[in-house]
């Protein structure tokens, strides 16, 4: 069959593809954001009522971070069945178990009616959703990126990259209907309507899931040598320096997201006093500007590169993070909605869009799942659980002053510059396991 003829075949087969990772990852992190939106607005009333508001916000937020501390876990457990079984089991796994988490939540009783068992049982099913979360990215990435036809592959990633912002703004939009409630009907019950419909979102994905095809590559590389036996160990013994960077460039999203997403709605309902619509409608807007811009970025690194896009957007971050605050601080709806829109479509998405296709480019198809799960997911505790909370610390400790979290903001995204420019350029490498072995020899 000729090229042109393989391209045809090809073709329903990656749009299915790339179709299904899309809507699983909008399911996937509407779950992880409600849960998110929630720890923010109203969990410190629900779970930790018996201490003061400033002390259940933290503890709320300690319970975020949990989520991120199973990341890894979900990775590992992930990347070794994704290597050896393939992408489509494993993604329907991870999809099963985020949808059954995220109804239970929306079922448990609060601290006042079963006291201390209350937090522990969100704590539990946090975890469930954080391992399931951090299996599912890995999976989503690839299946898009090794459909992808040639040449655009930065275009193909990104999409699955703008489920995380279609999933906080259908989160975000299903809580600022709820918040309409009155306080006490929305802190009754209102709270677990987004939780609830987590069920149905989770039967369409499974319905989607299970209708697609296994990825070429893969399948290339299990037919040539394989699948291997221990993809975990594998991928750390041979590839340590490719997962110190998958690594390093994730500070540039990994923590910064959250503190533009869940930390800014604490910020501005607590410290500038205003209410929560005016967080909620401005993350909207910028998670809306976001969906939109994920796939032009990606689309710009298939022609110019992975390293400069990144580093470009990882450099403007560091420099946005001070005029950020300083939109915010002004109290006005309309300025925080620009500061938002402008930290999510222009910074978040040049760092964002390109890094799906740059870790599928930087590992072996064989032990491709584990490399990539590996080191976003241990991007993400180091940095996404935590960044929220330590961002309310330093907030407690400036007394207020919002210039420590522009700092942090900065710092992050000058490692993550760094650790990029010592990477290699990778958007011309091939994904398949015997076309570009000389170049594999060299760099190892």
Do not use: C
């Not at 690594?247 to 533009?260: H, L, T, W």
């Not at 942090?408 to 990778?426: C, H, K, N, R």
Request: overall charge positive; aromatic content about 12%; charged content about 10%.
């Amino acid at each position: 069959m000729s090229s042109n003829a393989t391209a045809r075949a090809g073709a329903p087969s990656a749009s299915r593809t790339l179709t299904s990772s899309t809507i699983g990852s909008v399911i996937e992190w509407y779950d992880f954001t409600i849960y998110g939106t929630a720890a923010a607005l109203i969990f410190n009333q629900l779970f930790f009522s018996n201490i003061s508001p400033a002390a259940g916000t933290l503890a709320a937020f300690g319970t975020f971070a949990a989520g991120f501390i199973a990341r890894p876990l979900g990775g590992f457990v992930a990347g070794h069945y994704g290597d050896r079984l393939g992408r489509k089991a494993t993604l329907v796994m991870t999809l099963t178990l985020m949808g059954g988490a995220t109804t239970l939540i929306g079922l448990l009783p609060t601290y006042q009616q079963i006291g201390i068992a209350a937090p522990a049982l969100l704590v539990l099913l946090r975890l469930v959703q954080g391992f399931a979360v951090g299996g599912e990215w890995g999976g989503a990435v690839l299946m898009a990126v090794e459909h992808a036809p040639e040449g655009k592959r930065g275009r193909y990633g990104a999409w699955p990259q703008t489920g995380v912002s279609a999933g906080l703004l259908l989160g975000t939009g299903v809580f600022s209907v709820v918040s309409l409630l009155p306080e006490p009907q929305l802190i009754s019950w209102g709270w677990r309507i987004p939780f609830l419909v987590s069920i149905l979102l989770a039967l369409v994905g499974l319905y989607i899931r299970f209708r697609i095809t296994e990825s070429e590559s893969f399948v290339a590389a299990t037919e040539s040598g394989g699948p291997s036996r221990r993809p975990l160990v594998e991928v750390l013994r041979t590839h340590p320096k490719q997962i110190l960077i998958a690594i390093g460039v994730r500070f540039a999203e990994g923590g910064n997201y959250y503190v533009f997403t869940v930390f800014i709605l604490t910020y501005i309902t607590q410290q500038l006093d205003l209410p929560r619509q005016a967080g909620l409608t401005g993350v909207m807007l910028a998670a809306a500007l976001n969906i939109a811009a994920l796939p032009l970025w990606g689309a710009l690194s298939d022609r110019l590169g992975r390293r400069p896009v990144f580093i470009g957007g990882a450099l403007f971050m560091a420099a946005y993070a001070w005029p950020f605050f300083w939109l915010v601080d002004t109290r006005s709806p309309a300025l925080i909605a620009l500061a938002l829109a402008i930290a999510l479509a222009v910074p978040h998405g040049a760092v964002f869009a390109p890094i799906a296709a740059f870790y599928a480019e930087l590992f072996e198809p064989r032990v491709r799942y584990s490399g990539v799960s590996i080191g976003y997911q241990m991007g993400s505790v180091l940095l996404g659980g935590f960044t929220p909370l330590l961002a309310t610390s330093l907030i407690l400790w400036s007394g207020g002053a919002s210039w420590s979290v522009a700092a942090l903001v900065a710092a992050g995204a000058l490692i993550a510059a760094a650790s990029m420019f010592a990477a290699p350029e990778t958007f011309r490498r091939s994904l398949f396991p015997t076309r570009n072995a000389p170049e594999r020899q060299v760099e190892a």
